[in-house]
């Protein structure tokens, strides 16, 4: 079999040639597509296409998640997967809450009773998280996480290289709740580890990772994470009498690298 298909991919023999035409013709053959036809056509698959993942939305894939909520307020929407929850623990939603695509929700009932995991009112969060709980993870209001984003109080292992070794879970002080403010945006696979809390309307750039606390409004990038801008320009400290015109233009300096840096992070 091999020798045939080596013969007719590079054989000069008329036959090959023949087989290697047909199949040229085969791939590039179409067909024309006139509007008054193909446009009816689409639109009606895209009706059927909606139709179906609404049903399955509001039929199937809600229902399957707030039955593993706790609590759930108003408004609490999923997209047309189901997603995945292992482990048992609480989930705690405010209103208007959306899980889009497909997230992994992990608990660790090993280090809790009840390992929790809130998310506060108008907050979104991206398709491809993964959230890990084996204590607590809070997420504020109105915050926005995007696609792939992994949040973890625990690392699943012990940082001694013994106790790994035997398989043994983490110690207790390796599991640390994380905390993430009101109104922080968390970039696309961007990784927040144990113990960290990140300010109220902070940014996380994307690909980063988080392995200390962000102050609020801070905009935070690389591996680990570090501040590349502020959000909110500081007061300047008041001036002495005799330096006031040399402060005036150090000032105007502070202020345009403040508003560069305010750039770069939007």
């Not at 960290?196 to 102050?215: F, H, K, L, N, R």
Request: charged residues 25%; hydrophobic residues 40%; positive net charge.
């Amino acid at each position: 079999m091999k020798n045939l298909y080596r013969f007719l991919a590079s054989s000069d023999h008329s036959v090959a040639r023949a087989v290697r035409h047909v199949r040229r013709q085969a791939r590039g053959f179409t067909l024309p597509a006139p509007r008054p036809i193909v446009v009816p056509a689409r639109m009606a698959f895209e009706a059927a296409r909606e139709a179906y993942y609404f049903g399955a939305r509001v039929l199937v894939c809600e229902p399957h998640f707030k039955s593993h909520c706790a609590r759930y307020g108003k408004g609490v929407r999923t997209g047309n997967f189901i997603h995945y929850i292992q482990g048992r623990g609480d989930i705690v939603l405010g209103d208007d809450v959306v899980l889009d695509g497909k997230i992994n929700i992990v608990f660790a009932a090993r280090f809790s009773d009840r390992p929790t995991l809130r998310i506060g009112d108008n907050t979104g969060i991206g398709h491809d998280c993964r959230i890990i709980v084996g204590k607590s993870v809070s997420i504020g209001k109105h915050c926005r996480i995007a696609g792939s984003v992994y949040i973890l109080d625990s690392s699943g292992h012990p940082s001694d290289p013994e106790a790994r070794k035997r398989g043994l879970p983490p110690a207790d002080d390796e599991v640390r709740p994380v905390v993430i403010e009101d109104n922080v945006w968390l970039g696309a696979r961007s990784m927040i580890f144990p113990g960290v809390t990140i300010g109220e309307g902070s940014v996380v750039s994307a690909g980063s990772i988080v392995m200390a606390d962000v102050p609020p409004y801070t905009v935070v990038a690389g591996n680990p994470a570090r501040r590349v801008a502020s959000l909110r320009t500081e007061p300047a400290p008041p001036a002495e009498p005799g330096a006031r015109r040399a402060g005036a233009k150090s000032n105007g300096a502070d202020d345009a690298g403040r508003r560069s840096l305010s750039d770069g992070a939007s």
